[in-house]
T-cell receptor
Framework: AQSVTQLGSHVSVSEGALVLLRCNYS??????LFWYVQYPNQGLQLLLK??????LVKGINGFEAEFKKSETSFHLTKPSAHMSDAAEYFC??????????FGTGTSLTVIP | NAGVTQTPKFRILKIGQSMTLQCTQD?????MYWYRQDPGMGLKLIYY???????DKGEVPNGYNVSRSTTEDFPLRLELAAPSQTSVYFC?????????????FGEGSWLTVV
């Protein structure tokens, strides 16, 4: 069975500081990995995804994530936080391509 | 391009009432999903459909029903609403069973049962 663990339900960073949101997964087959962002009262929007190929994936708004198979991790980073990055972030895994398993989310607060 | 559209956005129900959450997508996607989102719990799959006429239960189907008469529409029916069904509901879709599909979400329906 697949599962996703997001360490830290709440993360606070200062504006301009590094953003690091952690995601670990379990999967019996090579996974497809996703990060989604949810702004207040909105649906989830894709930030980036890993399917195959290069393990460092770049997404929208300056975010990137690295797939590390040996660590079963797919952590999300951004070098410099902006106030507009404040949102809920979800990591998700898919093995079959049509079933998705989501983490419990990490709420990011950016302090001015 | 509208994508996935859900209605209503907000609804208050009394215990025991019934209602239908509507979902439609204009991307000709085969797979459609209903999730509920509760604080600190992430998204839980209620029902999904792999195509018109085919539906299947997800992780938390009790108290809900779905139908898929067309490719575009995937309504979620709540019968005899209970306070435990207070949640945010998201409809979503993907093109088909291909590796690495991006799942597209509607904007959500906030439901309160009182």
């Amino acid at each position: 069975a697949q599962s996703v663990t997001q360490l830290g339900s709440h993360v606070s960073v200062s504006e301009g500081a590094l953003v690091l949101l952690r995601c670990n997964y379990s999967s019996s087959v090579p996974p497809y990995l996703f990060w989604y962002v949810q702004y207040p009262n909105q649906g989830l929007q894709l930030l980036l995804k890993y399917t195959t190929g290069a393990t460092l994936v770049k997404g929208i708004n300056g975010f990137e994530a690295e797939f590390k198979k040996s660590e079963t991790s797919f952590h999300l980073t951004k070098p410099s936080a902006h106030m507009s990055d404040a949102a809920e972030y979800f990591c998700a895994v898919s093995d079959t391509g049509n079933q998705f398993y989501f983490g419990t989310g990490t709420s990011l607060t950016v302090i001015p | 391009n509208a994508g996935v559209t859900q209605t209503p956005k907000f609804r208050i129900l009394k215990i025991g009432q019934s209602m239908t959450l509507q979902c439609t997508q204009d991307m000709n996607h085969n797979y459609m999903y209903w999730y509920r989102q509760d604080p600190g719990m992430g998204l839980k799959l209620i029902y999904y459909s792999v195509g018109a006429g085919i539906t299947d239960k997800g992780e938390v189907p009790n108290g809900y029903n779905v139908s898929r008469s067309t490719t575009e529409d995937f309504p979620l029916r709540l019968e005899l609403a209970a306070p435990s069904q207070t949640s945010v509901y998201f409809c979503a879709s993907i093109r088909g069973k291909n590796s690495g599909n991006t799942i597209y979400f509607g904007e959500g329906s906030w439901l309160t049962v009182v």
